[in-house]
């Protein structure tokens, strides 16, 4: 059974506009949570990273929250750039085995010029 | 510094063939993984290995699927006999040791079965 799931398998924003990408997992066990951001080709790349006694994480334009009672997280990216056209996934690992990561399947952004 | 290696980039086979696929972590990084997508699904986990000892093969399908660490250094993950429901995109990703964060991985093996 999926463990993170992303129900949204694409997202279409405006370049300059915030783009959000939600997650939502189901095991309370889960620890720390991380966002990866692949473009076709190549593998996933390290974006953000947050554990659970935070709330919210900011690199940048890159901004995670994260809401433990819901268990759910987002990425917000604002402002949007062409550039981050890609593919976003989430993943989470628990304090049991923090080495070993659960995955979305991934949600499509595409920015438009 | 180099990144993670994987090769074949992409390899079709036949059901029945045996397949190879080999991954190089970035030097000194004792942790490797092995990770598959299949089908545009989610990303999942295969096995971890600490050095040359697997230290979880939880995610591995079946006793088709053979991975080794020679010494520590590149892995192999081997698939005797391929059926058609391996193919997907294999990846592989290291990271040093004790370090619980982000991996970082190579760009994939894209397998296709037939």
């Known amino acids: 059974d999926q463990q993170v799931k992303q129900n949204s398998p694409s997202l279409s924003v405006q370049e300059g506009r915030i783009s959000i990408l939600n997650c939502d997992y189901t095991n309370s066990m889960f620890d720390y949570f991380l966002w990866y951001k692949k473009y076709p080709a190549e593998g996933p790349t390290f974006l953000i990273s947050?554990?659970?006694?935070?709330d919210k994480n900011e690199d940048g334009r890159f901004t995670v929250f994260l809401n433990k009672s819901a268990k759910h997280l987002s990425l917000h990216i604002v402002p949007s750039q062409p550039g981050d056209s890609a593919v976003y996934f989430c993943a989470a690992s628990g304090r049991d085995n923090f080495n070993k990561f659960y995955f979305g399947s991934g949600t499509k952004l595409n920015v438009k010029p | 510094e180099a990144g993670v290696t994987q090769f074949p980039s992409h390899s079709v086979i036949e059901k029945g063939q045996t397949v190879t696929l080999r991954c190089d972590p970035i030097s000194g990084h004792d942790n490797l993984y092995w990770y598959r997508r299949v089908m545009g699904k989610e990303i999942k986990f295969l096995l971890h290995f600490v050095k040359e000892s697997k230290q979880d093969e939880s995610g591995m399908p079946n006793n088709r699927f053979l991975a080794e660490r020679t010494g520590g250094t590149y892995s192999t993950l081997k698939v005797q006999p391929a059926e058609l429901e391996d193919s997907g995109v294999y990846f592989c990703?290291?990271?040093?040791?004790?370090?619980?964060?982000?991996?970082?991985f190579g760009s994939g093996t894209r397998l296709t079965v037939v």
């Open positions: 947050i554990s659970s006694i935070k």
């Open positions: 990703a290291s990271s040093q040791a004790g370090l619980g964060y982000g991996y970082t």
